[in-house]
């Protein structure tokens, strides 16, 4: 059942999927606080990769615009279970490719940084080829490929280690962790740009009133590992005395591959004027103090 909209004097209505997840709550704020009616779906209200239900949604909301934030976001199980990682990642975002293609309406389809291979030295532009090593970056691409065949009015979103307030990922909950007392480990040869949930919802709400679709890379500035991420909110959180202990990614074990490298910059943005967003240190102080 699709929930009622959160309704404004707009005419215009956005629905936003996957708004159980961290992404999905931060985007309805800007849209909701500019008088849009905003339709906020969680994977229990709309599962993206069932056909019949997008239309469904689509035939209630009517939507102009859509912001996907439904994925299949556990790294590591995708790894084990590809088909589950390519049923949300790939063909959920074609069905709301082709009802937004019969609905005259654009899609916002956010992506990842893991797209790339992370040998790269420097920071990864759109104008450098994708090359997924693991199930979930290569079902996050084929997402992304998707929707650009099906959609002409798509804006393709990668972004890289989001975190905020109710994330369930370690940069989300490394003060909670420590706090309770887990033993806590830093990847120190990892290297992408954390960014903080409000900050590319708000980024998501300004390229879609630029309305120029394309491949964007939205992040905060400054690339940092793990380690120095975590050492930060720790810090920040007055736990300056609680350790962590240094790890390289290897040592962890884990089923999928990431990439050693992954910071990106958008040429996009640049282009069409947009400054870059605040450095990934300035938002975790926020989210610290929030």
Known sequence: ?????????????VLITGAGGLLGRA??????????????????????GSKAAVLAAFDKIKPVLVINCAAATDVDRCEREPEWAFKANQEGPLNLARACLNAGAALVHVSTDYV????????????????????????????????TA?????????????FGKGGKNFGSRVVELA??????????????IPTYAPDLAMRIYEITRKGTY??????????????????MALDLAGLADVEIEPVSR???????????????????????GLAPIRGWQDALKEFIQQ
């Open 27 to 48: 985007a309805t704020v800007p849209f909701s606080s500019q008088r849009w009616n905003v339709t906020a779906v969680t994977k229990a209200d709309l599962d993206i």
């Open 179 to 192: 706090r309770s007392g887990a033993r806590l480990k830093g990847v120190i040869d990892q290297v992408s």
């Open 1 to 13: 059942m699709v929930p009622d909209k959160i309704h404004g004097p707009a005419s215009d209505s």
């Open 150 to 162: 099906e959609l002409n009015r798509a804006y393709i979103v990668r972004s890289s280690w989001v």
């Open 214 to 231: 394309g491949l964007y890379h939205v992040t905060n500035t400054g690339p940092a590992t793990w380690m120095e991420f975590a050492r």
């Open 116 to 147: 790339f291979d992370g040998e790269k030295d420097g920071f990864y532009t759109q104008d450098d080829q994708p090359n997924p090593q693991s199930a979930y970056a290569r079902s996050k691409l084929a997402g992304e490929l998707a929707v």
């Open 250 to 272: 290897a040592e962890l074990g884990q089923p999928a591959a990431r990439p050693r490298n992954s910071a990106m910059r958008c040429l996009l943005s640049q282009r069409l």
